[in-house]
């Protein structure tokens, strides 16, 4: 699958952070079992490569990747923990080479029309658009929708269920990324039926066509 493709798949990508491995199966079929099977795992703490192979052992159903990858060798742990795709931050020359030789798609981040040409430059045309609130947001977005027609977006960072449909209904956003449907004190509660009632609702933010 390419990066579009995956992006399809649901309005929201729950964008998660696991600090313990037993909370990786449960919360996977707690956010597919709710309509959102493209999950994001980011690499900030010590079990986040465990629960993304955990993850793909045990929900097939799921679209696992990996996010916040910020070195080239990044690439390489996350391919061997079986990432379906991944999400950076940012992109260098040297994190553009990796992504090449990796075995899954990548979503880079750009907050700039400086960075996004770089990223065109090394041939992207779908990017994270990072940190979206601090990038100018809804009125970042549409501005860039004229110079750069073909370019699509996954706004991340500040996104709520509250804005989120106003992202949604911008012709260059594909979705978005948001932590708000695997808050951290549900996840350390075991809360997973709460969990697949916000990954409900956010699934019921269909993209506006």
Known sequence: ????????????????TIEHIDHAVPLARALSAGGLRVLEVTLRTPVALAAI???????PDAVVGVGTLARPGDFVTAGNAGAQFGVS????????????????PLLPGIMTPTELLAGLGWGYDTFKLFPAQ?????AMLKALGAPFPEVMFCPTGGVSRATAPEFLALPNVACVGGSWIAPT???RAGDWAAIEQLAKDASSLAKTK
């Open 1 to 16: 699958m390419n990066i579009r493709s995956i992006l399809a798949l649901a309005p929201v990508i729950p964008v998660l």
């Open 53 to 59: 192979e955990a993850m793909r052992k045990s929900v």
């Open 89 to 104: 931050p940012g992109l260098t020359a040297e994190m553009a080479s990796a992504a090449r030789a990796a075995s899954f």
């Open 134 to 138: 601090q990038a100018g947001g809804i």
């Open 185 to 187: 004190d549900k996840i």
